[in-house]
């Protein structure tokens, strides 16, 4: 059956006017980076997910044998895949990645629900939609949350999954309190006033990057912080920084019986590699690798590696299927 597509929304209409707009400047990298996105767009699509008008973005081969749905992280959007979409499509590979509601080009949710069940409610019916079967899933930073509390309640044919810089931090009443206000006041009210991409990259590179990031890539980094809802990140830091969350990790990943992959950045300050080991150790079938000089952000600091970590996760699951049989 057709997918029900719907009418792109406003943000999507704003930003692409802004793209055709700046194709006309006299500056050619940004007339460059223009074209770029306004090519991208081209595949965008969007559906109704549960009352929330959603973007996704398929692209890569249409008689692909294998598919994966990408799920970005926090306070981002489907953009920060788009090296490693473009990487696994050369590959042969078809990608289907998304805008969560609040995110992107995604509208906000009016009853401003985003809580993890919420975002995982949507993955599934975003996958009934699509009919996707035999599929695999790769999400970093906060879509891990989701991914997870998704394969948990899934019947569907979910073949292998993948998760970036996630992992079992410690956590205790004093910053369940804490983080919660400092990630607000710092996305909300500090770095999304903060327009001049030089300071960013500085911030990028001291607390997030552990290698040069594009001026391309600042800026993808900088539209996902103004097309995210502040609603959005009010909500769920509280649930990512709840003692109740963190705890039921290791419960959550050891009811999964599919093949999870944790990657982690041996330079990642905000998740450290030795918490994703940890959590890593709780799966039924999970395994670890640590990327040497890669921090929070490898999808767009190392997209190579870790699309090179999509394929071989897939060949390796694919591998053992065969023995299995």
């Known amino acids: 059956m057709p997918v029900k597509e719907c009418t792109p929304t406003k943000k999507f209409r704003e930003y692409q006017a802004e793209r055709k707009n700046d194709e006309l400047s006299a500056n050619t990298a940004r007339a460059d980076l223009a074209r770029y996105e306004l090519e991208l767009m081209r595949q965008s699509r969007f559906i109704e997910i549960n009352g929330v008008v959603h973007h996704y973005y398929v ?24 090296h490693v979409i473009r990487k696994l499509n050369e590959q042969g590979v078809r990608t289907i990645a998304y805008d969560l509601k609040g995110h992107g080009w995604s509208d906000p949710d009016p009853g401003q629900d985003y809580a993890i069940r919420s975002f995982s409610n949507d993955l599934a019916e975003m996958v ?98 103004e097309l995210c809802c502040p ?25 999964i019986d599919i093949p999870v992959l944790f990657v982690a950045g041996a330079g990642d300050t905000i998740m450290r590699s030795h918490n994703s080991r940890k959590l890593s150790g709780f799966a039924r079938d999970g395994s670890f690798v640590s990327v040497p000089k890669c921090g929070h952000l490898i999808t767009l600091e190392l997209p190579g590696t870790a699309s090179e970590l999509i394929i071989g996760h897939m060949k390796r699951v694919k591998g053992e299927s065969h023995v299995k049989k």
């Not at 008689?63 to 895949?81: I, N, R, S």
């Not at 992992?167 to 205790?172: A, H, K, S, V």
């Not at 609603?231 to 290791?250: A, C, D, G, Y």
């Open 128 to 225: 009934r939609q699509l009919e996707l079967k035999e599929f695999h899933i790769a999400a970093f930073s906060f879509g891990p949350f989701i991914v997870l509390d998704y394969a948990k309640n899934t019947t569907d044919s979910v073949k292998s999954i993948v998760v970036y810089n996630f992992g079992y931090l410690p956590n205790n009443a004093f910053l369940e309190r804490l983080a919660p206000a400092v990630l607000t006041l710092m996305y909300n009210t500090v770095l999304r006033k903060i327009h001049w991409w030089r300071l960013i990259y500085a911030y990028a590179r001291v607390v997030l990057a552990r290698n040069p990031v594009s001026y391309h890539d600042i800026m993808v980094g900088l539209k996902s912080l």
């Open 59 to 82: 692209s890569g081969p249409q008689d692909a044998t294998e598919t994966v749905l990408l799920v970005h992280g926090w306070d981002c959007w489907w953009m920060w895949w788009h």
């Open 231 to 255: 609603e959005v990140v009010q909500k769920t830091t509280k649930q990512i920084t709840s003692r109740e969350v963190t705890r039921s990790l290791p419960e959550i990943v050891n009811s």
